[in-house]
């Protein structure tokens, strides 16, 4: 199975940059099953139904998120619906709205695809729960449901939303062999540490952002550069100008649902 993972899409014109490349992608790579961070989607914070079912037109199959899906409320109750394709991190406290993961049946592509995400502690909120055990406890789940890699599962991919490099690498190695992929997102900055790992979990830091080049992670880098200078709140503006689109490509061995090849993807300069 080929699983195309995309980075933070920021904005518009992150969501123009996935209409132009995308469906060609899909069919040009026999892309079986596309995942994309979507916390950003609603003018850099956020994300609305509107959006999400905009992304599925493009042929993205699940989204995830990370500290700012709640930015858009109308998004909270979707969230509870156990086929919306939107997960958010699974180690916010018990009772918050929402799933971590989800399952979903891609049998004419090759089987079904657990998605899970997860976010980090390092330099981010403090208020939730350890994304380790957090991990734990959902591939127990699975296997209690029945799902299992490379058995009833074609492949189980990780979104961690995550600022530390450390704190993503070490998730990556402690699920080192359980799942198809660790893949970071975040800091909207395409990492080029991308490696199969030793008992065949693909990994990479951060997947990048998929929106304006000339910018300061997808906003306008003059006011971020004020806020910086001055120390005052700013309001973030999106950038303008010509994009990038950031994403790694898993292609998962059939028998065991892990990594058998690898290929990160930076698309740039793109016009919209």
């Not at 004419?108 to 390092?122: C, D, F, P, S, T």
């Not at 070490?170 to 540490?193: E, F, M, N, P, W």
């Not at 999106?238 to 990160?264: C, D, H, M, W």
């Amino acid at each position: 199975m080929k699983i195309l993972l995309i980075g933070d899409v920021f904005a518009k014109p992150g969501r123009k940059t996935l209409a132009k490349v995308l469906p060609a992608l899909k069919n040009d790579r026999k892309i079986d099953f596309v995942v994309v961070n979507a916390e950003n989607l609603h003018h850099g914070k956020g994300v609305s139904d509107t959006m999400v079912r905009e992304l599925q037109s493009y042929g993205v199959d699940a989204f995830t998120g990370g500290n700012h899906i709640w930015k858009v409320a109308d998004i909270v109750p979707l969230l509870n619906q156990s086929d919306y394709p939107l997960i958010r991190p699974a180690n916010y406290p018990i009772g918050t709205p929402g799933r971590g993961y989800a399952v979903m049946d891609t049998a004419e592509k090759g089987g079904k695809v657990a998605v899970i995400n997860l976010m980090g502690r390092v330099y981010m909120p403090n208020h939730l729960d350890d994304p380790f055990r957090a991990a734990d406890v959902i591939l127990e789940k699975l296997k209690s449901d029945g799902l299992e890699l490379g058995k009833t599962l074609a492949a189980i991919v990780v979104d961690f939303h995550a600022e530390a490099g450390s704190e993503k690498m070490a998730l990556a190695h402690y699920l080192d062999g359980r799942v198809s992929a660790v893949c970071g997102t975040h800091t909207h900055v395409q990492t080029a540490d991308e490696q199969i790992l030793p008992a065949g979990t693909a990994y990479i830091s951060d997947l990048g952002m998929t929106g304006v080049i000339d910018s300061i992670i997808g906003v306008k880098k003059e006011i971020i550069i004020e806020g910086f200078l001055k120390q005052l709140p700013v309001r973030h503006e999106v950038g303008e100008g010509p994009t990038r689109f950031g994403a790694l490509l898993v292609e998962t061995n059939q028998a065991s649902g892990l990594a058998a090849k690898i290929e990160r993807i930076q698309i740039a300069p793109i016009g919209i």
